[in-house]
């Protein structure tokens, strides 16, 4: 059974900065591309940042130049850095695959940024 387990979320002030950790249990996570989700109330779960098995990165115009994603395949984990924060990222962060079929959700972390 894959389990995700993200952490790392909290409250912080706008322009401020939080680093986000997905572990990855039960998978081949080194031949997996990954992704980073958020869904604020209301709204879709829609992605922020993707990393490809490769190495490589891509970011939703929202977070670009703001957010950076990286991985460490020996210890199955992922991160989120976000820089400069501001309140329409509030939001719960989630990790999962790029994609389908998704791993079973993990709870996800939440992320409010006050103005």
């Known amino acids: 059974q894959v389990q995700l387990v993200e952490s790392g979320g909290g409250l912080v002030q706008a322009g401020g900065s939080l680093r986000l950790s997905c572990e990855v249990s039960g998978s081949n996570f080194a031949a997996d591309s990954m992704a980073w989700y958020r869904q604020a109330p209301g709204n879709q779960r829609d992605w922020v940042a993707r990393?490809?098995?490769?190495?490589?990165?891509a970011y939703a115009d929202s977070v670009k130049g703001r957010f950076t994603t990286s991985r460490d395949n020996d210890k199955s984990t992922m991160y989120l850095q976000m820089n400069r924060l501001n309140p329409e990222d509030t939001a719960v962060y989630y990790c999962?695959?790029?994609?389908?079929?998704?791993?079973?959700w993990g709870q996800g972390t939440q992320v409010t940024v006050s103005s």
């Open positions: 990393i490809y098995r490769s190495g490589t990165t």
């Open positions: 999962n695959k790029l994609f389908i079929p998704y791993y079973p």
